[in-house]
T-cell receptor
Framework: SAVISQKPSRDICQRGTSLTIQCQVD?????MFWYRQQPGQSLTLIAT?????????ESGFVIDKFPISRPNLTFSTLTVSNMSPEDSSIYLC??????????????FGQGTRLTVV | RKEVEQDPGPFNVPEGATVAFNCTYS??????FFWYRQDCRKEPKLLMS???SGNEDGRFTAQLNRASQYISLLIRDSKLSDSATYLC???????????FGRGTQLTVWP
């Protein structure tokens, strides 16, 4: 299994500012994933972060808006830049690890509830 | 078409009821499927994997129909603690890539 510590758990930010979200994993993992979950919607993958290389962004998400760092195999950050109210959402980091069923299972951080005013 | 389509509900059932959730997926090459549970204001957690032969875990039964590209979750003898959102998830061909349905909200009332 994997335990992920994500912070902050919530924040209220002014439009035009930036917020950096951190995720710390209790074990080394090759890939970390960043998701966004808007109210009543499914989780949408923002990007995949590999250590030592640039993150891979999904369609509709760009590095200038969501820069990601991955300095080592246990840590990653996602920055939401130049925020607008449309960025209000829950942001989650995730890793794959072997779970109780001995298959790859996705483990998530506790989420960051962001409100932009 | 979305990779995973799921009826959002909500489902409101009394304790002891049996409830079923359905989910359809696109891309027949998809190999692995899961049901995740997400409690209010919490992160998703794996409920169970879905195997081609169907599988059961206590009161929960998951089934996969590859021909129809259809997944289901059956909950028998519902408990108050089953109240949550249930997410249908498939693993894509790209390493680690998961696709989530929008979730089905279940409320079990006493």
């Amino acid at each position: 299994s994997a335990v992920i510590s994500q912070k902050p758990s919530r924040d209220i930010c002014q439009r035009g500012t930036s917020l950096t979200i951190q995720c710390q994993v209790d074990s080394q993992v090759t890939m970390m994933f960043w998701y966004r979950q808007q109210p009543g919607q499914s989780l949408t993958l923002i990007a995949t972060a590999n250590q030592g290389s640039e993150a891979t962004y999904e369609s509709g998400f760009v590095i200038d808006k969501f820069p990601i760092s991955r300095p080592n195999l246990t840590f990653s950050t996602l920055t939401v830049s130049n925020m607008s109210p449309e960025d209000s959402s829950i942001y989650l980091c995730s890793v794959d690890a072997t779970g109780g069923e001995s298959v790859a299972e996705a483990f998530f951080g506790q989420g960051t509830r962001l409100t932009v005013v | 078409r979305k990779e995973v389509e799921q009826d959002p509900g909500p489902f409101n059932v009394p304790e002891g009821a049996t409830v079923a959730f359905n989910c359809t997926y696109s891309n027949s090459a998809s190999q692995s499927f899961f049901w995740y549970r997400q409690d209010c204001r919490k992160e998703p957690k794996l409920l169970m994997s879905v195997y081609s032969s169907g599988n059961e875990d206590g009161r929960f039964t998951a089934q996969l129909n590859r021909a129809s590209q259809y997944i289901s979750l059956l909950i028998r003898d519902s408990k108050l603690s089953d109240s949550a959102t249930y997410l249908c998830v498939k693993r894509g061909s790209t390493l680690g890539r998961l696709y989530f349905g929008r979730g089905t909200q279940l409320t079990v009332w006493p």
